[in-house]
């Protein structure tokens, strides 16, 4: 698609008139544009929350991973007791980093998520808006039409 329209566009659009009316061609030319952009903002709007979702599963996995390290972390703790001092801080140091890299790998994939989840947010807003704004449109012109053909009629 190689254009997205804006609320400004529809309000702005001037429809030619024909012996009738409007041209039917060119109102029809013209919904059909709007239609497009709206399933663009659809579209758009799934992705993301199949974005939303794939970061909810990697959140899962990162849990795991953070419980397979504290399960890990308990187990060298009980075996480090027989092991020499030398092997007890290495072991140690080894744990803190990993456990430090999943807590901030978990903080990222979080805020991620709350990004993703405010941006779906203020799209289905910009829908909402956008939506109200074209039946506004749509009912603006349909009491234009009534009062031309009250005119005509009388």
């Known amino acids: 698609m190689n ?3 804006s609320a400004l566009d529809v309000i702005n659009k001037d429809f030619k008139r024909s ?5 039917p061609a060119e109102v029809d030319d ?4 709007v239609a497009e952009s709206l ?3 659809a579209e758009k709007c799934h992705e993301q929350e199949r974005r939303i979702g794939q970061l909810e599963r990697q959140l899962e996995d990162y849990r795991n991973l953070r419980d397979s390290l504290q399960e890990a972390l308990l ?5 480090a007791d027989d092991k020499v001092e030398a092997a007890k801080r290495e072991a140690e140091a080894i744990v803190s980093e990993a456990r430090a890299k999943s807590e901030k790998m978990l903080e990222e994939t979080s805020q991620l998520l709350n990004q993703y989840k405010m941006e779906i947010e203020r799209m289905k807003k910009l829908k909402v808006a956008f939506v109200a704004e074209f039946k506004s ?3 603006k012109y349909a009491e234009m039409i009534e009062a031309e053909m009250s005119d005509v009629e009388g």
């Open 30 to 33: 013209f919904l059909d544009l």
């Open 137 to 139: 449109i749509i009912n």
């Open 75 to 79: 187990m060298a703790q009980q075996s």
């Open 3 to 5: 254009e997205v329209l």
């Open 19 to 23: 012996l009738r009316g409007y041209d």
């Open 39 to 41: 399933h663009f903002y």
